[in-house]
């Protein structure tokens, strides 16, 4: 009686933390995550930091051991003056997708709610980390530690050896490019002879359709059929040799600028392979922080149901969970779009009431895990297997959108008026779940844009194509600024024309060629 007794005592009373407090909580997190919910995670590496260790872990994209570049600073300094007015809060915790599972707690944090942060972290995140399936094919945990270290040495020594600005210059340009040095697919095998044949007649099939310019410039060169036709399999077999298109510029400026020296090279991809890194988490904000926001509430949960917290430790567990998860009304000024934190937890909730307790709905709609009970394999399942867009495609119940009270407005440049186009009735759900689900997918807000052509023996031009989505054009100054850093990576000039992805039709073209101006005739405004 005794012994049970002693099991059912709060693990902690005091709001002080204590690092031997800590890790008697911790032991009983870790019980409910591998043995109630049987989460998978890497071993545990838990930090405590100050609020300055924070905003600079902030500031350099919340990765340890990073290389020092301008924009960290400014990062800073931004933040802390934010923090420091008050307009802004910090986290409680940063996690880092590694092997160990790197956690930094702050220390300004109560021991309750450093409870709360190792469950939403340590277990939960560090879960997610583990076995979904774009971290598992696009991160290396084992080994991402070790190559941070490497990459900061390295660039140390690059500034000592070639010069600071030299550095920095390099590193404008390629962070400049960060988001266009992913690949968003799988490489593919070594394709067969049937398989380059297909390529090389979908090859000539695009190179048959030339801007009006290139046609103009052959119309005014006239060469003979022979000619053009022996231009034409040269462009198809540099291409082919290039593996062009190529979506990954970094990659392509790495392995093909005829001016980058090796230590450039190899700062390209450094920059791109952190570039790498960080991509799944832009594809799984929703699923990621829902995964750990619902880890933690059932572990608390668990923790108050056993007596090993008091009320009033759950109390404000609840109401730092409550403030994580809110999501203020369309109309309130607050409002900066849905909650990653909201959508994210109460999906996963509703995923296990739909196994528990399914209405004639939730049949109709999930029939493959309505009352199966078995929750925890539907939820480890949806972590493992989909991100955001996928998952919202999948999971996100009628019951939901009205509980949620998600309405589609559209925003048609052809009226005068905003438009209500899909509520949370029978007529609009499949609709509204994709529209939804839509706003998640990446190629519909990070422009499309590959390398064509580059004729190494000729004029070196470096030729872009931007396959524009939904008519959403580039902005005319930071476009014409990234083909500077474009220019500087490659040595020569570059054209980017933009190409509607549904008709091929051409709709704009930016260059870095400047426009000659012949002796005694007017440059153009």
């Known amino acids: 009686m005794a012994k049970k007794k002693l099991e059912t005592q709060p693990l902690f009373t005091e709001s002080d933390w204590t690092f031997e407090s800590m890790g008697i909580v911790y032991e009983a997190i870790q019980d409910i995550a591998l043995n109630d919910l049987s989460l998978d995670v890497y071993p545990n590496q838990i930090e405590i930091i100050s609020s300055e260790q924070m905003l600079d872990a902030y500031s350099s994209i919340g990765l340890p051991l990073m290389y020092q570049h301008w924009s960290f600073g400014k990062r800073f300094v931004r933040d802390e003056t934010m923090y420091r007015k008050g307009m802004t809060g910090l986290a409680y915790e940063i996690v880092i997708n590694s092997n160990p ?52 040495n390295f660039i140390m020594k690059c500034e000592e050896r070639y010069g600071f600005q030299a550095v920095e210059d390099l590193l404008d340009a390629a962070h400049s490019l960060m ?97 790498q890194y960080l991509y799944p988490q832009k594809q799984t904000k929703v699923m990621n922080e829902g995964c750990a926001t619902f880890v933690h509430y059932y572990i608390i949960n668990r923790l108050h149901d056993q007596g090993l917290i008091t009320d009033g430790a759950f109390m404000e567990m609840l109401h730092s969970h409550t403030n994580v998860v809110m999501q203020p009304d369309f109309d309130d000024p607050r409002f900066s779009g849905i909650n990653p934190y909201t959508l994210g937890f109460n999906m996963m909730m509703d995923i296990k009431r739909i196994c528990e307790d399914p209405t004639d709905e939730d049949r109709e709609w999930f029939p493959d895990f309505a009352g199966s009970d078995d929750w925890r394999s ?11 867009e996928s998952f919202i495609q999948q999971f ?26 899909e509520i949370h009735s029978s007529r609009h759900y499949k609709k509204l779940r994709q529209t939804l689900a839509n706003s998640y997918d990446i190629t519909n807000y990070e422009a499309n844009i590959q ?51 549904e008709t091929d039709q051409h709709l704009y073209s930016a260059s870095t060629i400047e426009e000659k101006v012949e002796p005694g005739s007017k440059k153009k405004s």
């Open 179 to 275: 988001s266009h040095g992913v690949f968003r697919y799988r490489r593919p095998p070594r394709p067969t002879k049937e398989e380059l044949e297909a390529m090389r007649r979908m090859r000539e099939s695009h190179e048959e359709k030339q801007s009006q310019l290139d046609i103009w410039m052959e119309s005014m060169l006239n060469p003979s059929p022979e000619e053009r036709e022996l231009n034409r399999r040269e462009r198809v077999d540099r291409q082919s040799k290039m593996n062009l298109p190529e979506e990954n510029l970094l990659y392509f400026f790495e392995k093909n600028s005829p001016v980058l020296e090796p230590w450039q090279q190899e700062i390209l991809r450094i920059v791109r392979s952190l570039a």
């Open 378 to 388: 539907v939820l480890k399942h949806a972590w493992a297997n989909y991100r955001d």
């Open 451 to 501: 390398v064509m052509d580059a004729d190494l023996k000729g004029d070196r031009i470096l030729k872009l194509r931007h396959g524009v989505h939904n008519g959403i054009l580039l902005e005319d100054k930071s476009r014409d600024e990234v083909l500077k850093y474009v220019k500087y990576l490659w040595g020569y000039d570059v054209t980017l024309d933009g190409h509607d992805q």
């Open 396 to 421: 996100l119940s009628p019951h939901l959108m009205r509980k949620m009270k998600l309405f589609v407005i559209t925003d048609d440049s052809k009226k005068d008026e905003l438009e209500v186009t």
């Open 101 to 152: 599972c790197i956690s930094y707690n702050m220390e300004e944090n109560t021991m309750a709610l450093q409870t709360l942060v190792m469950a939403h972290a340590a277990f939960g995140h560090n879960h997610f980390f583990k076995n979904n399936y774009l971290f598992k094919q696009w991160t290396d945990a084992d080994g991402i530690l070790d190559y941070i270290s490497f990459a900061k």
